[in-house]
DNA sequence: AACCTTACTTACTAGTTAGTAAGTGGGCAA
DNA sequence: TTGCCCACTTACTAACTAGTAAGTAAGGTT
C-alpha cells in the first residue's frame, strides 16, 4: 500500500483544524488517523510524539506568518496593513462551525500543558507578531496615517491583544462581537485633527 | 470516616486552580482528588459528571462577578472602576508559577470541546462583563472623565478584548506585557482637550 | 437500640490515551 | 534478482479517562 505521498502533510492539515478547534489537549492521534483514513500508528511514524507534531504545527505557523509578511510588504500605507492583519484573523472566524481561534490564543490557554519545545516556538511567534504591529505603527505614525498615544510598541501590544481577544470572545457570543470590536479599535486609531469632548 | 464539612468547596478551589492553569481537558478527577488527599470517586459523589463540576464552575465566577460589581458600586468615578476591572485580571496574572487565565480566556479557547450547559454559563459570563464595561464607559463619557469615538458598547468590547488577549499572551511572553498594554489602552482613553497632529 | 442519611472508600468497567514492536508490501537501485 | 528502504498495518502495552456499584463508618433522629 505504500506511497501516498502527501501524509505528513495531510496530518499536518487535519491536526491543525482540530487543534484550532478543539485546543491541544482536545484531541488525540486517533481523531487525525480516522479523519485521513489511516491507523494512528501511522501518525506516529511521521511524528513519533504528539510534542513533535505539535512544534511542527507551531513551526509551520511561523513560516506562514513570515511568509505572509513579505508578501503584505507589497501594500502601501498603514491601513492597508493592519487591515491585512484584521484579515487574516477574520479567516480563523469565519471557518467552519463556530469558527477556530488563533494560534495564540490556543498555545497561551494551554500554555502549561504544552512541552517546552512548543513553548518556545509559542513565545517566537507572539514576539514576531509583536513586531510586526510595532513596526507598523511606527511607520504609520511617522507618515502621519495613524493616530495614537504612547510607543509604538504598546500599541501594537494593545492592538495585538483585542484582535486576539475579540476573536475569542466572537465564539461565546457570536461573530458580530468580533466587528464591533474591530471597528472600534480601529475608529480610536483614525487620524483625528482637533479633539472630541 | 465521615464528615469533612467543607470537601466540595474545596474540590472546586482545587478544580478552579488546575482549571485556569491547565484548561478543561487538562485535568482529571484523579488530579483533583490527589490534591485534597480523597479518592476520585469522592469527586464524583459531589459532581457525578465532569460537565457538573464544569457547570459549577463557571458559575460560581458569575456569582462572584455579581458580587464583585455590588462591591465597586461604592467606588466613585470612572477610573477607580475601571481601575478595579483591572485589578481583578491582574490578580490572575500575579498567581502561582507562570500565572493563570482568565476564565472567559480558557472557556473560549476551548468553547468546541464543553457541554452546552457549560457553553450556557460561559456566554453569559461574557455577557454580563460586557455589559458592565459598557454601562461605565457610558457613565464615564457622560461624566466627561474618559474620551473615545464610536458606541459605549463597542469601546467596551474593545477594552474587554484587550484585556483578555493581554492576559494571555502574557504568559507566553512575561507579565511585563500586560502591563505594557493596559498602561497604553489607558492612554488612548484618557481625556484630551485638543488633539495630536 | 434501631435505622437512616451523609460522605465517603474499595473495587470495578469500558473506553481512550500516547507510544512501541514487529511484520508487510511496493518500488527502486545495484 | 536480490536486497533494501519507505510508508505503512497489525497487534500490543501501560497508563489514564470518566463513570458506577456496592460496601462502610460516623452522626443524627426517632
Not at 484579515?87 to 469558527?99: F, K, P, V
Not at 475569542?168 to 482637533?194: M, N
Request: with cysteine.
Amino acid at each position: 500500500m505504500a506511497g501516498r505521498t502527501d501524509t505528513k502533510h495531510e496530518i499536518l492539515n487535519v491536526a491543525e483544524q482540530l487543534w484550532l478547534h478543539k485546543g491541544y489537549n482536545g484531541f488525540s492521534y486517533q481523531h487525525i488517523a480516522k479523519a485521513i483514513g489511516i491507523k494512528s500508528a501511522a501518525v506516529h511514524y511521521h511524528y513519533p510524539a504528539k510534542q513533535d507534531l505539535g512544534v511542527a504545527l507551531v513551526e509551520r505557523m511561523r513560516r506562514r506568518f513570515a511568509r505572509w509578511t513579505e508578501r503584505t510588504e507589497a501594500l502601501d500605507g498603514f491601513w492597508p496593513k493592519f487591515d491585512a492583519y484584521i484579515a487574516i484573523h477574520q479567516l480563523y472566524l469565519d471557518d467552519g462551525e463556530g469558527g477556530r481561534v488563533c494560534p495564540s490564543g490556543i498555545l497561551d490557554a494551554e500554555f502549561h500543558t504544552i512541552s517546552e519545545d512548543m513553548r518556545h516556538a509559542a513565545r517566537e511567534l507572539t514576539r514576531e507578531m509583536h513586531r510586526w504591529l510595532t513596526d507598523l505603527f511606527r511607520a504609520g505614525r511617522d507618515a502621519g496615517e495613524v493616530s495614537f498615544r504612547g510607543d509604538p510598541d504598546g500599541i501594537a501590544a494593545v492592538a495585538g491583544a483585542t484582535v486576539q481577544g475579540a476573536l475569542q470572545i466572537a465564539r461565546a457570543v457570536g461573530r458580530g462581537s468580533f466587528h464591533l470590536t474591530i471597528d472600534h479599535l480601529k475608529l480610536q486609531l483614525r487620524q483625528r485633527e482637533c479633539a472630541d469632548a
